[in-house]
Structure formats: structure tokens, C-alpha cells
């Protein structure tokens, strides 16, 4: 019954931008920090960032380029990214984990493809 969907990836070229969206079902962010996470092939997986009580934090290699926000009242989480480089070049998935005695879970979405080439 809940439910992470990813949205808003795709081919760019360097210096672009992509906004990517997760929408949430089933769940309210109430109690969850929402992450966004991206793995590309051979890699580990790397937090993107994440915004919890409308703070967010950022990964040291998308500061100053990435804005994570979310609208409550609509469930969605997004990730504007802007001056993209080839190295961005990964799936993005959205998380959400449970952070009260009460949302003591963890749901993924499908991920998105961001491939960032000339």
C-alpha cells in the first residue's frame, strides 16, 4: 500500500538541468526523513541528499548545485538540479525512512535515470 514513484529523469547535456519528483502514497513525510540516494553501474550508492522537519542536507559532491524540497500537502519530494556533470550520471531513488517510535520503516522507490553526456 505504499508506494515511492520516481520521475523527471533523463538524457541531458552538461551545465543542464533536470527536476526530479517522487510522489508518496499511502504514507504522509510526517516522521520520515526523506532522501534522495543515487547508484550508478560498479558504484556504491551515495546519498544525494535529504531534508527531514524542512531541513535539508546535502552530499559534499551536488552542494551548491542540487536544491531538495518538499510539498507537504501534496506528498512530494523533489531533487531541481542544476549544472549537471557526467558524473551525475546514475539511477536516483527516492527513500523514506521512518524516524519516530512509530515510523520505524523504510520504503524505496523504482529509481530514475539521469544520464548526463554530450
Known amino acids: 500500500q505504499v508506494q515511492l514513484v520516481e520521475s523527471g529523469g533523463g538524457l541531458v547535456q552538461p551545465g543542464g538541468s533536470l527536476r526530479l519528483s517522487c510522489l508518496a502514497s499511502?504514507?504522509?513525510?510526517?516522521?520520515?526523513?526523506m532522501t534522495w540516494y543515487r547508484q550508478a553501474p560498479g558504484k556504491e550508492r551515495e546519498l544525494v541528499a535529504s531534508?527531514?522537519?524542512?531541513?535539508?542536507n546535502y552530499g559534499a559532491s551536488v552542494k551548491g548545485r542540487f536544491t531538495i524540497s518538499a510539498d507537504n500537502a501534496k506528498n512530494a519530494l523533489y531533487l531541481q538540479m542544476n549544472s549537471l556533470k557526467p558524473e551525475d550520471t546514475a539511477v536516483y531513488y527516492c527513500?523514506?525512512?521512518?524516524?519516530?517510535?512509530?515510523?520505524?520503516?523504510?520504503?524505496w522507490g523504482q529509481g530514475t535515470q539521469v544520464t548526463v553526456s554530450s
Open positions: 499511502g504514507i504522509t513525510f510526517s516522521g520520515y526523513l
Open positions: 527513500n523514506a525512512q521512518g524516524v519516530t517510535v512509530v515510523t520505524l520503516r523504510s520504503y
Open positions: 531534508i527531514v522537519s524542512g531541513v535539508p
